[in-house]
């Protein structure tokens, strides 16, 4: 796939990659209410790793081609919102913990943080988008953080995203005999989809707004 070097390629990216997911549940949801009730009781299990897998699979690639979209710009870090830049030193700051830097190597780093304002923001570091296969709720916050976007929208789909979702994959994926009732099916399906659009709105708010450079 190309690079999302305009708005346009963007907005038409991540709107392609979510429309597939979208006709993927929506034919999975049609296959359910056809089938008899010994079938359905499988493709409900089905549609909820499917859900999942769509929510963290177009989590993760729209969030990388935000990012992306804003590193071929290469602006400075002092033209961007301050969270470009401590993205720039989080794996470092990771790295510092794990590996017990010395105080000089510290103060290293410390010093680099303060004098880097003038480098441009070119490259994502893929680590930063890390649902680590199991994207609850605190996960994806990360996420918005990374991505500057705002968590108030998402503030009651904690139960949604961790229970309804990811609490039963998790245990259907582990071949525990979990039952999905045929009433779930509209909240498992219609809930999947509309946090999918609300996160690529979000994303799309901020492209187009330009909101993700400096105030």
């Not at 390629?9 to 089938?35: C, G, H, M, P, Y």
């Not at 990012?67 to 602006?75: C, G, I, N, P, S």
């Not at 070119?122 to 996420?143: A, G, K, M, P």
């Amino acid at each position: 796939m190309s690079k999302p070097y305009s708005e346009a390629d963007f907005s038409a990216q991540i709107t392609e990659d979510r429309n597939w997911r979208i006709k993927e549940i929506s034919d999975l949801k049609l296959a359910v209410r056809r089938s008899d009730q010994g079938a359905q009781r499988v493709l409900l299990r089905a549609l909820v790793t499917i859900c999942y897998a769509h929510w963290e699979g177009y989590v993760r690639f729209a969030a990388k081609k935000y990012l992306e979209h804003v590193a071929l710009r290469k602006f400075q870090y002092s033209q961007l919102g301050p969270q470009f830049f401590k993205n720039y030193f989080l794996p470092r700051l990771a790295s510092a913990a794990t590996y017990n830097l010395s105080v000089k190597e510290r103060c290293a780093l410390v010093g680099e943080i303060l004098t880097s304002s003038d480098r441009r923001f070119s490259r994502v570091n893929q680590d930063l988008i890390n649902t680590r296969s199991n994207l609850n709720y605190e996960i994806f916050l990360d996420i918005c953080m990374v991505c500057n976007i705002a968590t108030e929208p998402f503030s009651d789909e904690s139960s949604f995203i961790d229970i309804v979702l990811l609490k039963r994959r998790n245990a259907i994926a582990h071949g525990e005999e979990t039952l999905i009732a045929i009433d779930d099916l509209d909240e498992v399906a219609s809930g999947t989809v509309s946090l999918m659009r609300a996160f690529g709105d979000e994303l799309e708010n901020h492209v187009v707004l330009q909101t993700y450079k400096v105030a």
